[in-house]
């Protein structure tokens, strides 16, 4: 097996509380124990102080003296803790040992696996789980050499997640790689996306927004494609089929002929991008599409997407989406905007 059937624990060593901290401290201080003066200074009753000491006796912070046994001296706590945790260390380097041994065993079926790979078709490979598919990407970006191309829907993206991609397109800029990412206009809003574009833009990585996107996608150097699993999962698949990829690079052309550059709200103006979200919404309502698609293709949360089709709605006087997009026809409300991002574009 590789994995052992129970992963040993490894034992925490007893330690001192607090209480027992500050009586050690007053017996050092004090060079040997006197019950009743440090039960009075430490506002200890006789009970507490009693499992004080025997604790750090059978620690081995406190030691009879050599001449007067019924006296307690303190004991170096360096030697104390070496001989404390040397069991600790021991099954530290155990574990470490056989972490090693699992991952060596694990790397030896790599052969095997590229080997099965080789005998069916490689086109397509569906990875299921979260941790994996980061490491198939990470791994992919490694390997990227010409150009990576991005669709990420959504309008925020986490701290977090920002600052582990950051290391990562750095390293492949560096190399000459040209970077272009879709973003959702939703995205100008949200300041950790904004301060990101920014570091990474000046790095030489290109930026837009559009109202809509098709899904997320990440096609490294025009060969290898990533794009959802159907489903709720976090897991991935891989394409390499040429065709296909050739066809999802050529979709990821046409919205970023068709998106804006990337700059924050503030800088085109807070009012003019909310009214270019309201003619979307707007848009996607008079075409039927309930407020979950309508959030996913805005990148939006469902809530907020509800509040903007709510004072929509309000805001023309509808009581249904079909009147809500009928007036909105009549008020000339579907028709593109000569300030919108996509004109300023000339797309």
């Given at each position: 097996m590789f994995i ?12 001192p509380?607090?209480?027992?901290v500050a009586?050690y401290?007053?017996?050092?201080v004090?060079?040997?124990?006197d019950?009743?003066r440090a ?6 009753d ?6 004080a ?6 620690l081995g ?14 004991v170096?706590p360096d030697?104390v803790?070496?001989v404390?945790?040397?069991?600790m260390e ?6 470490q040992?056989?972490?090693h041994?699992?991952?060596d065993q694990?790397a030896?079926?790599?052969?095997h ?13 569906v ?11 990470n ?7 010409e150009e ?7 309008g ?8 582990e991609?950051l290391?990562r397109?750095t390293?492949?800029l560096?190399r000459?790689v ?9 995205a100008?809003?949200?300041g950790?996306?904004?301060?990101y574009?920014a570091t990474?833009?000046a ?6 927004t559009a109202h809509?996107?098709?899904?997320r ?8 494609a ?5 489903g709720?999962t976090?897991?991935a698949?891989v394409?390499r ?5 050739h066809?999802?690079c ?15 709200a503030a800088a ?5 991008v909310?009214?270019?979200?309201h ?8 075409a039927?599409?309930k ?5 996913r ?16 709605m ?5 009581e249904?989406?079909f ?8 008020q000339?409300l579907?028709d593109?905007?000569?300030?919108s991002?996509?004109a300023?574009?000339?797309?």
């Open positions: 052992s059937d129970q992963t040993r624990a490894i034992d925490s060593p007893a330690r509380s607090d209480r027992e009586l401290r007053w017996v050092a004090n060079g040997r124990m019950p009743e039960a009075d200074e430490l506002g200890l006789h009970a507490d102080l009693d499992a000491v025997a604790s750090l006796t059978e912070l406190l030691k009879p003296d050599l001449h007067d046994p019924a006296r307690l001296r303190p170096d030697l803790a070496t404390v945790t040397t069991s021991a099954a530290i380097r155990s574990q040992a056989e972490l041994h699992i991952r694990f030896g079926l790599r052969g696996y590229l080997d099965s790979l080789s005998r069916g078709s490689v086109d397509f490979e990875i299921p789980g979260v941790e994996e598919v980061r490491a198939a990407l791994r992919a970006g490694a390997e990227c050499t990576m191309l991005t669709s990420q829907p959504g925020n993206r986490v701290p977090e997640v920002l600052q991609a290391a397109d390293a492949m560096s000459g040209r970077m272009r990412t879709l973003y959702h206009h939703t100008r809003f949200n950790p996306s904004q301060a574009v990474v833009s790095l030489g990585a290109e930026y837009r809509e996107l098709f899904g996608l990440i096609v490294f150097d025009r060969k290898t990533f794009v959802p699993e159907r709720d976090w897991g698949v394409i089929e040429p065709s296909v990829v066809y999802l050529e979709v990821f052309e046409q919205a970023w002929t068709q998106a804006a550059p990337f700059s924050d085109d103006g807070l009012e003019l909310a009214k270019d979200i003619r979307t919404i707007v848009r996607l309502l008079a039927g599409l407020d979950e698609s309508i959030a293709r805005i990148g939006m949360s469902l809530r907020t997407a509800r509040k903007h089709i709510a004072d929509i309000e805001s023309l006087g509808a249904s989406r009147q809500a997009g009928v007036l909105a026809a009549q000339g579907l593109d905007s000569p300030g991002p996509e300023a574009t000339g797309a």
